[in-house]
């Protein structure tokens, strides 16, 4: 089975330019979560969706949104790109709520934005 | 809000012997979930361990193992046997285990070098 899947792997955008970012989570997984890595830094929380609704945000301005399709993929936004968005975006997924597995978050290979 | 904690940016060892990763949280909630993640130089954080909070019992898993003292607010991981792939970033992430709260927040991350 296919893991976690996101393209694009590498982007390069300008400043005040706008971004979409993609991911398919495994099979069956009907959650899906977003986060940002910035070099020598821990990933850190920016979205959740579940069943195609937002269950979590993490403290990100507006111009980070995102939203997941009936099939579970989804899209992360960036609009008005600053470089400070420079970072390896991650995108994670688990199966529906099992107290025992813990919900196991299973992540992507990221993809990596420049922003220049 | 949960914090996780990293205090040994850099950490080495000499392939076959054993190392400790140290990782302290604080939250004021009584059941969660505790995460190692390895994030090796391809950059896709891969789940070394997992940790429920209402359990007593330590995890292993193979070769890894955790000292979850959670009156401390401690989660130490144990490699045993070091062997070169296990250079990596590793990850302490931490997790409520309040229904559809998925969010991961990790701490800074250890740089761990296997000395051949």
């Known amino acids: 089975d296919a893991g976690v899947t996101q393209s694009p792997t590498h982007l390069i955008k300008t400043r005040g330019q706008q971004v979409t970012l993609r991911c398919s989570p495994i099979s069956g997984h009907k959650s899906v979560s977003w986060y940002q890595q910035v070099l020598g830094q821990g990933p850190q929380f920016i979205f959740q969706?579940?069943?195609?609704?937002?269950?979590g945000r993490g403290n990100f301005p507006d111009r980070f949104s995102a939203r997941q399709f009936p099939n579970y993929s989804s899209e992360l936004n960036v609009n008005a790109l600053l470089l400070g968005d420079s970072a390896l975006y991650l995108c994670?997924?688990?199966?529906?709520?099992?107290?025992?597995?813990?919900?196991?978050?299973?992540f992507g290979e990221g993809s990596w934005l420049t922003v220049v | 809000a949960q914090t996780v904690t990293q205090s040994q940016p850099e950490m080495s060892v000499q392939e076959a012997e054993t190392v400790t990763l140290s990782c302290t949280y604080d939250t004021s909630e009584s059941d969660y979930y505790l995460f190692w993640y390895k994030q090796p130089p391809s950059r896709q954080m891969i789940l070394v361990i997992r940790?429920?909070?209402?359990?007593?019992q330590n995890a292993t898993e193979n070769r890894f193992s955790v000292n979850f003292q959670k009156a401390a607010k401690s989660f130490s991981l144990k490699i045993s046997d070091s062997q070169l792939g296990d250079a990596a970033m590793y990850f302490c992430?931490?997790?409520?285990?309040?229904?559809?709260?998925?969010?991961?927040?990790f701490g800074t991350g250890t740089r761990l070098t296997i000395i051949p």
């Open positions: 940790q429920e909070a209402y359990k007593q």
């Open positions: 994670a997924s688990s199966l529906a709520w099992d107290r025992e597995s813990g919900n196991t978050i299973y």
């Open positions: 992430a931490y997790r409520s285990a309040n229904f559809g709260n998925e969010k991961l927040t």
């Open positions: 969706y579940y069943e195609k609704e937002e269950r």
